[in-house]
């Protein structure tokens, strides 16, 4: 969907840039101006300055600069139409767009957001109104997800079979070429397109907004050969090193608490969520990354690490505490009894006896 200039301008001139840039930088004033340390990079000296004039920001040390837009794209790493969302949904603004569906008009990310989230919710459906799909409903059920859990994460199930999706993605008149680029689909040698995710549970991965930008599938049977789990590759609108799992659905939480609990794994995240632990984000089959902990900072300085305790957690911890330290936050370490996991801990002992190991950190 494309927002059309006249909106664009009405959202941006209904704020203070001041405003917006002091949830994320401590500013004071001097003169006409405000300054304060430079997010973008590390400074001891201020050289940040934002003009509520001109309603624009500048750093003389790294010379970042731009609109009220441009701070948020830059600062956590998001598309120049989820900036413009954001600052509406915060306003009150109801945004209408115009309604050229899939056509040349649109920028490439929104072509490829709308694909993700219309494949999104054909996953979602295969789950909870297929008959097919029972075989992943039952998957969930067993590991003690609600099924209003299952709809607030989006979860879904992949036909078993190689041109179910494509048949959905022509019927869609979605250019099967942009769905290539998702990886959603792969081609044969022989030219032919076909299911990446066939037999499947899916986990979508959100933008910080709550955009579909990726998908992670899970093999349920015994004859996939495949590995445990396949996920998009990345593209202009999913870089793996600079997306949490579960942060749309927690930054509130985590700002209310002043915390963030980061965990490895969907299903851990999911379960303790369910369970009412909702500061707690993943990272997801990568180690932390800088950009993770920038991202992050934006929302707490206070975190608690719970990974596995086998060796490769232990290792992934210490990465992780290298680079939060870098980014001054506080960080703590939490573990559980051996041979539990965060997910069959909080389904075990609740929520209770999971906030008393995470003040005991």
Do not use: W
């Not at 990726?214 to 004859?223: H, I, W």
């Not at 290792?315 to 992780?320: C, D, E, I, P, T």
């Amino acid at each position: 969907m494309r927002i059309p200039e006249s909106k664009i301008e009405e959202i941006r001139n209904s704020i203070s840039i001041v405003d917006v840039i002091s949830e994320y930088v401590q500013l004071r004033k001097r003169g006409k101006n405000y300054i304060g340390l430079c997010p973008f990079h590390s400074e001891k000296t201020p050289s940040f300055t934002v003009t509520e004039e001109k309603q624009i920001f500048h750093c003389f040390g790294c010379h970042a600069g731009g609109n009220v837009y441009k701070f948020l794209m830059d600062y956590k790493k998001i598309s120049f139409v989820e900036a413009v969302q954001e600052i509406a949904e915060q306003q009150g603004i109801e945004i209408n767009y115009d309604d050229e569906g899939f056509n040349e008009k649109q920028s490439e990310q929104e072509i490829l957001y709308d694909i993700n989230t219309e494949v999104a919710r054909y996953f979602s459906n295969n789950l909870l109104h297929d008959a097919e799909g029972e075989i992943a409903r039952t998957y969930f059920q067993k590991r003690n997800l609600k099924i209003q859990t299952m709809r607030s994460f989006g979860l879904g199930y992949a036909h078993n079979g190689y041109e179910n999706l494509v048949n959905f993605l022509k019927e869609k008149n979605i250019d099967l070429e942009k769905a290539l680029q998702l990886g959603l689909i792969g081609r044969n040698n022989d030219g032919r397109v076909y299911d990446k995710q066939a037999g499947r549970i899916i986990f979508p991965i959100f933008s910080p907004n709550g955009r579909v930008v990726a998908f992670a599938g899970r093999k349920l049977r015994e004859d996939d050969s495949g590995g445990k789990y396949i996920n998009s590759p990345e593209s202009i609108i999913y870089i793996k090193g600079r997306i949490f799992y579960g942060l749309s659905h927690a930054k509130d939480d985590i700002r209310k608490l002043d915390k963030a609990i980061i965990v490895e794994g969907y299903m851990d995240l999911i379960s303790l969520y369910q369970a009412g632990v909702k500061n707690v984000v993943a990272v997801s089959g990568t180690a932390l990354t800088d950009d993770q902990a920038q991202l992050l900072s934006r929302y707490t300085k206070n975190v608690v690490l719970l990974f596995d305790a086998d060796a490769a957690g232990i290792k992934a911890s210490m990465r992780s505490i290298e680079i939060l330290l870098k980014r001054d936050f506080d960080v703590k370490i939490s573990t559980l009894p051996k041979g539990e996991d965060p997910d069959s801990y909080v389904t075990k002992f609740g929520k209770e006896a999971f906030d008393e190991i995470i003040k005991t950190s």
